[in-house]
């Protein structure tokens, strides 16, 4: 039971690591008050990578932005190693 409750929290962060993405992305359209990048970051470092990455590819928002690119692929780099990681230490 503790797995789907696990699943469901990284399904929703997912979630609204896209739609932040898509509600920044149109503000920028729209010359409007923006989310913060730390905003963004924070929501990739809780679980959200995987939704931060395909919202950034889809939306084509913040692709060239430096440091923030960096600094997402490198949340998105650290997580894929601990769970892979993880997944190793308890197939062994």
Do not use: Y
Request: hydrophobic share 60%; aromatic share 8%; charged share 15%.
């Amino acid at each position: 039971m503790l797995w789907l409750l696990a699943l469901l929290s990284l399904i929703g962060i997912n979630a609204a690591a896209v739609a932040a993405f898509a509600i920044d992305k149109r503000r920028a359209i729209e010359g409007e008050w923006r989310i913060a990048e730390s905003t963004l970051l924070t929501l990739a470092l809780i679980g959200g990578s995987p939704g931060a990455l395909w919202a950034r590819a889809r939306f084509r928002h913040k692709t060239r932005k430096q440091p923030f690119a960096t600094q997402l692929d490198l949340i998105a780099m650290i997580q894929s190693g601990l769970v892979f990681g993880l997944a190793a230490a308890f197939l062994i």
